[in-house]
């Protein structure tokens, strides 16, 4: 890929691995280590360890997940906005957008480092065979703890490719399953080049989603032999490992798998829902109820901040003690909460917006990423971050319920029912279980998908799943955001077929790939 043969030009690409990532996902290399000999100790071995480990901290947060979800019909900007994403929420961009360029970077970068990971730790294996002196630096317990980081490694690759699948691709059907150019550009192997004949051309859909699948059974192997699976772990696990295959398998119809991993997970007894105000409370502000986690990712407090889902959503001025936020919530979206909802008072803030116009009546914002006070260096230091959490519990009973709804089992609807009751019953104060029909579960699930995953990057993804188009609905307040009445802002409305549900390959990449395709829809 000519994207990633750049960022090595600039610098080795474990240079990034080692550093942080910024709210865009930009790797910020602070040393650069030769290629040729990094991977010469475990002690190397575990440095790399914890690069994968930051890799995957910095895809879980940031525009991957804040650009869908305003593209989609959950929020309005706000007359503050300034155009901060503008193009994105008014579906204007085109393949020029550095936003997705950005993310593709990023996803690519990570694959890159994984494949040179997985290049260099079978060479290790080789050379401990036949070179004694180089075996005398790796003990037993050394090589055991390697094969799970060559589980690591295939996670991350899997983890990077199946953001991009979902992006960057149609949403996969048996009709489409098998076309020509719809799927990836998989990159096996660690190979910075400019000779544009070995860049790789686009796959299929069913070989992009097969190549996730295999990269995960490959991490599945040996992932126990770094680390055991644990509530709200910082590391990669082989619930990880499930909870992302149960994630792809949703996505490319494979039910059964994903009814395996979503629920081997969910009863394996290791995590629980909290039924408390207090305990959804401290998993979004404090990262403290970890039993709802399967992983959240490490973070060194103020030295070492990750990046954050909030966009513009809260716009607090500590001095002045206003809010003045560039997006706020859709009307249909607050309502879709009761007042019994524990999730209405934890992801959402009632308060006057203080804008140019003046002070309006107090409206909802987005509350749900307000940051975690302990990685702040003063109350003044208002950053909106909190541990990222790749995978928590709550998506696994989602992905459950709606795999047994489309399974065709006999029982799927009542499973499917069982699942939503129980999730229901612990964010709803007093709720009466409910046994749905296939209808009213097929709606009720795509409900809850938004009451509980809104902000974290879903929306746009469950919409080209579904096969839905949209149109954006009342606002709040009209004198509180932009443009009120516009078909490209508050009125908007797409079809289920509009091109821009997938976004582009970014031109800089068809421009030296001749061996891309570019999305329908889309030109250079």
Same mark, same amino acid.
């Given at each position: 890929?000519?994207?990633?043969?750049?960022?090595?030009?600039?610098?080795?690409?474990?240079?990034?691995?080692?550093?942080?990532?910024?709210?865009?996902?930009?790797?910020?290399?602070?040393?650069?280590?030769? !290629?040729?000999?990094?991977l010469?100790?475990?002690?190397?071995?575990?440095?790399?360890?914890?690069?994968? /480990?930051?890799q995957?901290?910095s895809?879980?947060?940031?525009?991957v997940?804040?650009y !869908?979800?305003?593209? @989609?019909?959950?929020? /309005?900007?706000?007359?503050?906005?300034?155009?901060?994403?503008g193009?994105?929420?008014?579906?204007?961009?085109?393949?020029?957008?550095?936003?997705?360029?950005?993310?593709?970077?990023?996803?690519?970068?990570?694959?890159?480092?994984?494949?040179?990971?997985?290049?260099?730790?079978?060479?290790?294996?080789?050379?401990?065979?036949?070179?004694?002196? $180089?075996?005398?630096?790796?003990?037993?317990?050394?090589?055991?703890?390697?094969?799970?980081?060559?589980?690591?490694?295939?996670?991350?690759?899997?983890?990077?490719?199946?953001?991009?699948?979902?992006?960057?691709c149609? @949403?996969?059907?048996?009709?489409?399953? *098998? +076309?020509?150019?719809?799927?990836?550009?998989?990159?096996?192997?660690?190979?910075?080049?400019?000779?544009k004949?070995?860049?790789?051309?686009?796959?299929?859909? +069913?070989?992009?989603?097969?190549?996730?699948?295999?990269?995960?059974?490959?991490?599945?192997?040996?992932?126990?032999?770094?680390?055991?699976?644990?509530?709200?772990?910082?590391?990669?696990?082989?619930?990880?490992?499930?909870?992302?295959?149960?994630?792809?398998?949703?996505?490319?119809?494979?039910?059964?798998?994903?009814?395996?991993?979503?629920?081997?997970?969910?009863?394996?007894?290791?995590?629980?829902?909290?039924?408390?105000?207090? &305990?959804?409370?401290?998993?979004?502000?404090?990262?403290?109820?970890?039993?709802?986690?399967?992983?959240?990712?490490?973070?060194?407090?103020?030295?070492?901040? !990750?990046?954050? *889902?909030?966009?513009?959503?809260?716009?607090?001025?500590? @001095? +002045?003690?206003?809010?003045? !936020?560039?997006?706020?919530?859709?009307?249909?979206?607050?309502?879709?909460?009761?007042?019994?909802?524990?999730?209405?008072?934890?992801?959402?803030?009632?308060?006057?917006?203080?804008?140019?116009?003046?002070?309006?009546?107090?409206?909802?914002?987005?509350? =749900?990423?307000?940051?975690?006070?302990?990685?702040?260096?003063a109350?003044?230091?208002?950053?909106?971050?909190?541990?990222?959490?790749?995978?928590?519990?709550?998506?696994?009973?989602?992905?459950? @319920?709606?795999?047994?709804?489309?399974? &065709?089992?006999?029982?799927?609807?009542?499973?499917?029912?069982?699942?939503?009751?129980?999730?229901?019953? =612990?964010?709803?104060?007093?709720?009466?279980? =409910?046994?749905?029909?296939?209808?009213?579960?097929?709606?009720?699930?795509?409900?809850?998908?938004?009451?509980?995953?809104?902000?974290? &990057? $879903?929306?746009?993804?469950?919409?080209?799943?579904?096969?839905?188009?949209?149109?954006?609905?009342?606002?709040?307040?009209?004198?509180?955001?932009?443009?009120? &009445?516009?078909?490209?802002?508050? *009125?908007?409305? +797409?079809?289920?077929?509009?091109?821009?549900?997938?976004?582009?390959?970014?031109?800089?990449?068809?421009?030296a790939?001749?061996?891309?395709?570019?999305?329908?829809?889309?030109?250079?």
């Open positions: 890929m000519t994207i990633m043969k750049n960022i090595f030009k600039i610098s080795f690409a474990l240079a990034a691995v080692l550093g942080l990532a910024s709210c865009d996902m930009n790797k910020r290399p602070y040393s650069v280590i030769d !290629p040729e000999n990094a010469e100790s475990p002690a190397d071995a575990a440095k790399l360890s914890n690069g994968l /480990h930051t995957v901290r895809l879980a947060v940031g525009s997940n804040y !869908p979800e305003i593209q @989609a019909d959950i929020f /309005h900007a706000t007359t503050n906005y300034g155009n901060r994403g193009q994105i929420y008014r579906w204007a961009f085109d393949a020029t957008d550095s936003d997705f360029s950005s993310i593709w970077l990023s996803c690519y970068s990570s694959i890159a480092n994984a494949n040179y990971f997985l290049e260099k730790a079978a060479s290790v294996q080789e050379r401990v065979s036949t070179d004694a002196d $180089f075996a005398a630096n790796w003990a037993d317990k050394d090589l055991s703890l390697l094969k799970g980081q060559i589980s690591e490694a295939y996670f991350v690759r899997a983890y990077a490719y199946s953001i991009l699948l979902d992006r960057f149609p @949403a996969y059907t048996e009709e489409n399953e *098998n +076309k020509e150019d719809l799927g990836l550009a998989i990159v096996t192997k660690y190979e910075p080049t400019s000779d004949g070995k860049y790789q051309g686009r796959s299929t859909l +069913k070989a992009s989603y097969e190549f996730i699948l295999e990269d995960l059974e490959a991490a599945e192997e040996n992932i126990e032999l770094a680390h055991a699976s644990a509530a709200g772990s910082k590391y990669i696990t082989l619930d990880a490992v499930r909870a992302l295959r149960a994630r792809v398998a949703l996505l490319c119809q494979d039910y059964a798998q994903a009814i395996q991993d979503a629920t081997g997970i969910i009863n394996s007894g290791i995590y629980a829902l909290t039924g408390t105000a207090e &305990g959804l409370s401290a998993l979004w502000v404090n990262d403290n109820t970890l039993s709802e986690c399967i992983m959240q990712s490490s973070v060194a407090l103020t030295t070492e901040v !990750p990046g954050t *889902n909030n966009y513009g959503y809260i716009g607090f001025n500590y @001095a +002045k003690n206003i809010y003045n !936020p560039d997006f706020i919530p859709e009307q249909w979206l607050v309502d879709l909460y009761s007042d019994d909802d524990l999730r209405k008072a934890v992801y959402f803030k009632k308060t006057e917006l203080t804008q140019s116009a003046g002070v309006t009546e107090p409206l909802y914002i987005f509350n =749900k990423f307000c940051g975690n006070p302990a990685m702040q260096t109350p003044s230091d208002v950053n909106y971050q909190n541990a990222p959490k790749p995978f928590r519990l709550a998506e696994l009973y989602l992905i459950a @319920a709606e795999a047994y709804l489309k399974s &065709g089992l006999s029982t799927g609807v009542s499973e499917g029912s069982k699942l939503l009751n129980e999730l229901k019953s =612990k964010r709803i104060t007093g709720w009466e279980e =409910k046994l749905y029909s296939q209808a009213e579960l097929q709606t009720e699930l795509k409900n809850e998908r938004v009451r509980e995953l809104v902000g974290e &990057g $879903f929306r746009l993804s469950d919409l080209k799943r579904y096969g839905n188009g949209f149109s954006r609905s009342a606002s709040q307040d009209k004198t509180a955001i932009s443009l009120p &009445g516009q078909s490209s802002t508050e *009125n908007l409305s +797409k079809s289920a077929d509009d091109y821009r549900f997938v976004w582009p390959i970014p031109v800089a990449e068809t421009d790939n001749p061996n891309i395709k570019q999305n329908t829809g889309y030109t250079n």
